[in-house]
């Protein structure tokens, strides 16, 4: 695994565990030698996690629409910064330099990119291990929600269990390393018609 993808908050949340867990997802992954793509910004949990990594060492890529440059949010001291024009174009960058995902605390953005790329391996887009870093419980109710879709037949628990989940950014990091993908097709239910 050479770089994960985190998606974060723009904003640092409520509760000072937030930024300091993504401090330290972002060391984690420096001193692993794996790199982090990201949104590109400066603020909140994503600039806590580039911030880290970049103080570490590590390789950090950022990669943010021209139009949230312009609203100077894109953070000064990448290395690697590239401009998209679009979102469509700024998750598909993202994913195509990157070998897994980390989803950590974040609002409708977050929620979005990591139900997007859950989708992509449901269909078979691609193979790349997912995680969420569960940070003072954050993502208990989400993964509540995923195993009533499972109850309700909506969900295939091969791909409700294949979204790793711990509370240790080491941990999770140390999964997605040791991740092995599975051939699972789209799940149908077709007991009914």
Known sequence: MQRVLVFCGSS??????????????????????VGVVYGGAHVGLMGAVADAALAAGGEVIGVIPRGLVEKEVAH???????????????KALMESLADGVVAMPGGFGTLEELFEILTWAQLGIHTKPVGLLNVCGYWERLLSFLDHMVDERFLGIEHRNALLVDESAGELVTKLAQYEPRSLDKWLDRTRT
């Open 76 to 90: 000064p001291d990448l290395p690697d910064l590239r401009i998209v024009e679009t979102m469509h174009e700024r």
């Open 12 to 33: 640092p949340g409520r509760l000072p565990e937030y930024a300091h867990a993504a401090a330290l997802l972002g060391a984690e992954l420096a001193t692993r030698g």
